[in-house]
């Protein structure tokens, strides 16, 4: 028996169970450390959603991530416009004061109504997302928003909306009319006497019309 041999052999052996030892131990490591980033990592997302009234518009902003998200900031290429029926004027989506948020829990998300899906321009932009993380590490995102998947959706209902409106702006100043007195309203007061007068009238309505 070549004991020379057979100890070169295990030397062998053990190197090289050594170094897979090695390589699935930093293999663990580097599994172990990418789970406790995701446990800490923000994942913010940007969208524009139909309200619960189709034609209107709700821009959210959603931590959908296990970790808590920092200093959020939010940019739109191009900018979004919108146009405010009330005021005429038009405000930039960038411009509120929602685009840059201190804090975001996990699974938190803030939304905000903007207005009508036909009052915003462009349909399609692309928003880009920074923030930093509990460790203060920073994290970057974007997606892209495409609000003309909601064209058909926002022309449903807007008669009917539009009906309503109208309805209640005409109730609204005929009230406003009436307290302050610009038109007066109609009453007929009917008591017991007129009740009594009314009831022998039919009676001798009816005698006349039986004859003698």
Known sequence: MDWAVIFTNSNTYLACFTLALVFYTALLAR????????QISPIVVVSIEPARYQTFATLVIENTGFGVAREIEISFDPDITIK???????????????TKIP?????????ISIGRFNNISPSCSVVSISCRDSLGKKH??????????????????VDALEGIEKELKKFSQD??????GFKR???DVFN???RKRENEELERNWRNSEGP
Do not use: F, H
Request: net charge positive; aromatic share 4%; no cysteine.
């Open 31 to 38: 599994e172990a450390r990418k789970t406790r980033e995701l």
């Open 185 to 187: 309203l109609r009453v």
């Open 192 to 194: 017991n006497v007129d």
């Open 140 to 157: 970057t995102y974007s997606n892209r928003i495409d609000i003309s998947v909601y064209d058909d959706m926002s022309k449903l209902g």
């Open 84 to 98: 405010r029926e009330n005021i005429g004027d038009i405000v930039k989506l960038s411009s509120l004061t929602i």
């Open 175 to 180: 009230l406003k009319n009436v307290m302050s």
């Open 103 to 111: 804090l975001l829990k996990p699974k938190q998300s803030l939304s």
